[in-house]
């Protein structure tokens, strides 16, 4: 059983929308505050696998979603390194509330990148070996995306804050993107229920990107579609559920 | 002497910049988040405010900036809603690291405004009397702006998670749209030192508002000016020194 580690959480006032409540970019990014303090508890920090020459690149998310925590809660942050294959580590995040009850479940893939020449590496044991995280010889695929919708695209500009420590746009940002071109009166009437998101390809500062959105059309749930492009190079697509 | 009530805070990485420090921007987040507190510990929160049909509303903030805090540190953050007058409550902030040292001292102007007439009111006896403020009868007068200069302008949308649980734009978005328009490079080799911002009009969803810079000449230090604009009316200004 891969080594589990929880810190807690005060959900900040900032950290939410006009509903009060956790926005989901925030999500991800308090989940990986999470997975970077174990990390370093772990001495794996940044620091470590970039003088390796290395760093960590996020794939995918697919998150459960019961309940967002609104602002004043004290949240539980857990998570878990629990696979590994050759290229590619899943990870698992909980949060729960102050009850113990779970509010959102997360399986994200991560990937190692050389930093020289931008490509997947295979996972070292040394990285990985501290997470006790169980060796798997298959991959684990993750949700499809459904098939792709017309819909509408609005500009968005990376600005100087969307950039984070590991000289990188945060990839909570592609979510912010995404979700933004939704409806007020939809995003304050509809909770998310089931998101999937995938990253394809990093963005860098002063990039103009289309966020492109729809819904899928007949099917019983509204499940809204979302990509992300710069110029004709797709970055990041999600399908997010609503009810 | 008017109560302090001091919380800890973890910076998050989230809440950093390219260069790993915290955002201005971040940092007027996280002190409000702080007088909240302080105001829910005094049963003065919000809610209560907000029954007696009231809201209060931030006009000015002037902070002296000794070094911004780093992701993963853990600081300090005090307040006091030193003094007050018959509209104005003067309140001060200050952040210090885990060895005591301040990092950031803040001053900051705030009002009562009539959530139906949209009008500022006189600071109620029974608002004002928890945080043990001393009452005073002249007004402090905030630092002048530096006159404008001739510059360059950016335009931004309000978005969605602009918006938040007391259904304005939080105020640290207008810092946010300032220091965006300046140089990666500028922004990457400077320091601010003094910050100086005024509010003068909310703004609504989906507004789209102009953000005015420029450097203030003839002068030693290097100070930018900031000016939102919503069409012809201005929303806020500021002046910042760098060093």
Redesign the interface.
């Known amino acids: 059983m891969a080594k589990k580690f929880t810190e807690k959480h005060e959900v900040?006032?900032?950290e939410?929308?006009?509903?009060?409540k956790l926005?989901l970019?925030?999500v991800l990014?308090?989940v990986?505050?999470t997975s970077?303090s174990q990390s370093?508890a772990l001495a794996r920090g940044s620091h470590y696998i970039n003088s390796l020459g290395l760093g960590w690149v996020i794939t995918q998310h697919e998150m459960r979603v019961s309940r967002l925590p609104k602002?004043?809660e004290t949240i539980a942050v857990t998570t878990a390194a629990t696979t590994y294959n050759k290229y590619f580590c899943y990870r698992d995040f909980w949060i729960h509330d102050a009850e113990g009850k779970e509010c959102v479940a997360i399986t994200s893939t991560f990937v190692l990148m050389d930093l020289t020449t931008r490509k997947m590496v295979s996972v070292p044991f040394e990285v990985i070996e501290p997470y006790e995280s169980e060796k798997i010889t298959k991959l684990q695929r993750g949700t499809k995306m459904l098939p792709k919708t017309t819909g509408e695209s609005r500009p968005y500009r990376v600005?100087?804050?969307d950039?984070?420590?590991n000289?990188h746009v945060?990839n909570?940002r592609y979510l912010?993107w995404m979700?933004?071109c939704?409806d007020?009166d939809f995003?304050t009437s509809h909770q998310p229920t089931v998101v999937n998101i995938r990253f394809d390809k990093e963005l860098n500062?002063?990039e103009m990107i289309d966020s492109q959105w729809g819904f899928v059309p007949e099917i019983a749930e509204t499940i809204s579609h979302h990509q992300i492009y710069s110029g004709e190079t797709l970055c990041a697509e999600a399908n997010i559920s609503w009810q």
Chains 1, 2 share one sequence.
């Open positions: 900040m006032f900032y939410c929308d006009v509903t009060g926005t970019p925030m990014n308090i990986i505050n970077e370093e602002a004043g600005r100087f804050n950039i984070d420590g000289q945060n909570a912010d979700v933004d939704l007020y995003l500062y002063s």
